[in-house]
């Protein structure tokens, strides 16, 4: 019974384990808007929301897989060689990643241009490899990739999303508004980007400052009803 007991107990904190472990990646420990990583990417292929998902879920297939192989030889890498290693393992999937998106879409392809091949360099993807993957199992290494990889989509797709609806009036190339909208050109060209993320940034730092504030509202009655 005592057995039993201890699997039913360890089954809620091992699903828990790894919701933390994937969810991780989206808010907490966001790649864009926390770590501020991948900015190369996030801030030239962004002019379109479609470019964006793009780019977010080539970089989430390279991490997730690259991750996974690392994991499973981490006992088999010599230390001295191990960089070198997760960079090979990560340039093969990147690889797939330019040949599979070239066959599907030339359009795509050349929109995205070289940044394709730069995934190899993404610290993203190597410090995962280095920090998380060589020390843990695959699966465990996989959820935190995945995470990872959701969250920099997330933020490709918020910066994407923006720059085309303002600088280009439509969402995945549908128009969202009338004839009479004039885009914001600055949008689509370089400094959009960097206004995007910067709005961006003002936002979710103003919303932990909220959080912070009706937190320390809510604790202040419970205190003074403790201390009297």
Known sequence: MSH???QGAGAPAGITGAWEQLTEGVWKQNPVF????????????????????SMGVATTFVLVASCALVSLLRRLVPKEVRIATYIVIIATFVTVVDYTIQAVSLKLYEALGAFIQLIVVNCIILGRAEAHASKNPPLPAMLNALGMGAGFTLGLFALGAVREILGAGTLFGVALFGSQFQPWVV???????????GSWLLFFAWWEKRKRRLAAAGATPASAVTGG
């Open 4 to 6: 039993d007991h201890a």
């Open 34 to 53: 926390v770590m501020m990583l991948g900015m190369c990417p996030a801030l030239a292929v962004t002019v379109s929301a479609i470019n964006a998902l």
């Open 187 to 197: 949008m689509v060209l370089p400094p959009g980007g960097f206004f995007v993320l």
